[in-house]
């Protein structure tokens, strides 16, 4: 059997599920508006307090979102524990506090994930993806990720994997607050060898105690007219952790010294007629040693530098209630500078000017419409100068039936040299009585390459290739979900994508890597996630996630078994929650089974499993908290040739104070309600 009637096979038979649940909907109780919603962890389509990135609440596709209270349950150290952790995703990185670190989504590695803060996407169009580490943790209200390609909230093209949205921005009331924290923590100390010498046995130092520490004050002062936020924090890790060579000898990690700092702040202005504007601004600089995989013996020296200012003109009303709209523009610095023997330096400025609508036409239908458009310049030591101009605009419309179901259909044109190339969704969702509902979708994937790929120059390690096609595809998923307060929640997703062209970093000629299209990749899988919801005082999760991927070149077939770099079979989370009025204690685990180094399958990374403990207990305005990261000190790799730290132990404490003028509360709670009512 071909691979497009495996395709074709899997789209009828999903088909025809979702007609056989729509025409055994009975009894619906809930509005089409609502969809699967778990207050603590797998919430969907929940705006809270944070400020809302409008287009369309994204209502087909599967939806994940963590909160600053799950966030802040965990004590994560960076933003890569919370997505493995909490959402179950696969991790790629290259060492620990500081080292560079990516995420995928179903199968997709970050080049081909839309990462996203607060609605404005970030990757960068030199290398397509966005370094995680470069985000600060303390300054994150809310993540949300969105599965599966063509997303219609957002709209940004690219985006096969998914999206993954940071948010930092939050409505607060009248008033002022201050927030501030400090941690340190230190890897097990551990013996090592030295050299090849296995008589030159040592141990852990005395200042390993203090390997890493954490610094962060967040501020906010305003009325209800005027809120200003100002937020700055610090790292300064020596990375020095005991880790297993490929031989199975204990070594020690050094030259991985790091200091990082990121300062924000934002301005809002609420306007007449429900509108606002709000200012913000970015900076991150890094100072970084990296020691290279663990066979180099010259280590070098990267210095980042990522600043970020951005308007936003959000208005949620233009002429009538029925109408909204926003403007955002931003533009994005990002430069690395890498020595090592020789010097190099990239430099990429990235403007973008968003628009989105969203017209409610009639009860049972609505459109959005809008589009994106970005220029980049880059100049680098290594390309030289080039720009590029990407975009395009997109139409959705929502169609409700009888508040038994909602049609999602939409369109996006993509701005491709000379001509638009159409990127279409098709996208349901059903109620199935109480407590029941099923979505259902199928899409088109899109992706262009990357300047790194069409033009990075002949050296001694890689070399661009500009015949490079672009990434195209199809897709498609179901996910049913149930939702019972108070007892239990329940989601499961099927999904496939098939990928023609796809593009990956090879040792093609003369051991260089160079950017190949690997002719076609098939990827199917699923996600399940169950929760407890029985007790306020417990929560138990338990999340399964299988994934197969086939690379399908020249004689390649299903049958040939070879997989996709980096991409797990299985992936496993756990935890367990047990909270009191002023604290909580919680276990979190992840496991993840063998991956591949490349799509030839010869180097193998081996299964690892983490186990992490984490308390914390709020005395009136003081926090104390403390954890226990990866307790059995498992020794593993997520990229080849770059170990990851055995067990870690966190301890800290947080200081928060807000002072809200109630008067001018109180009248904006009544004005909300007016509001409400008409």
Known sequence: MTIKKIIISIFFITMHLSLFFADNTTDIMKDTTSDFNEKDYIAMNTEGEEITIIGILEKTQQVHTVTKEDIEKINPTDICDILEKKLNLSITKSGTTGNTAGVSIRGFGIERVAILIDGVMINSNQSGDFDLSKIDINNIE????????????????????????????????????????????????????SGYDFDNKRYSKWYDLFDTQNLFVNFGIGNDKVYWNLKSSGNRAFNNFIYKDYDSIKRRRINNQIFDTNNSTSLLLNLPVYMKLIFSGDFYYGNKNIPGPINSMTPGKEIDYFAKGSLLFDADSVGSERIDTEMIINNNFNSISWISGTNYIHNLNTLSVINRWGIILTDFLSINLGGDFTYDYLDSTNIGKKNSFNGGGYLT??????????????????????????????????????????????????????????????????????????????????????????????????????????????????????????????????????????????????????????????????????????????????????????????????????????????????????????????????????????????????????????????????????????????????????????
């Open 397 to 678: 419309m929502e169609f409700s039936i009888n508040k038994i179901a909602l049609i999602i259909p939409s369109i996006k044109l993509v701005y491709y040299k000379l001509y638009p190339v159409p990127v279409p969704k098709l996208g349901f969702i059903f109620n199935i009585g109480k407590y029941f509902v099923l979505k259902n979708n199928y899409f088109r994937t899109f992706k262009l390459p990357t300047i790194n790929q069409l033009y990075w120059p002949e050296d001694s390690f890689a070399e661009g290739n500009p015949d490079l096609k672009i990434e195209d595809g199809i897709g498609g998923d179901i996910i049913l979900s149930f939702y019972k307060e108070k007892i239990l929640s329940f989601e499961s997703s099927f999904y496939v994508t098939y990928i023609h062209d796809a593009i990956s970093w090879q040792p093609v000629s003369k051991g260089k890597w160079t950017p190949i299209n690997v002719g076609e990749a098939l990827y199917f899988g699923s996600d399940s996630i169950i929760k407890s919801g029985f007790s306020k005082y417990v929560n138990l999760f338990l999340s399964y996630s299988f994934l197969m991927t086939f690379v399908l070149d020249d004689d390649l077939t299903i049958e040939s078994d070879k997989r996709m770099p980096y991409q797990p079979v299985h992936r496993l989370g756990i935890g367990a929650e047990f909270m009191w009025k002023t604290g909580n204690v919680n276990i979190t685990g992840h496991f993840e089974s063998e991956r591949y180094t490349t799509t030839y399958n010869v180097t193998e990374l081996k299964p690892y499993f983490t186990l992490d403990l984490n308390f914390s207990q709020n005395i009136k305005i003081i926090t104390i908290f403390a954890s226990i990261k990866n307790i059995f000190n498992s020794l593993y790799f997520l990229v080849a040739d770059y170990p990851m730290p055995g067990g870690s132990v966190l301890i800290g404490l947080k200081i928060k104070y807000e002072k809200k003028f109630d008067q001018v509360k109180k009248q904006n709670d009544e004005n909300d309600n007016i509001l409400k009512n008409q």
């Open 142 to 193: 809310k993540i949300e990720v969105i599965y599966g390609g063509s997303d219609t909230k957002y709209n940004y093209s690219g985006a096969i994997g998914g999206v993954i949205n940071i948010i930092t921005k939050k409505n607060r009331s009248p008033g002022f607050y201050i927030n501030a924290g400090l941690s340190t923590m230190f890897y097990y100390p551990d013996y090592y060898y």
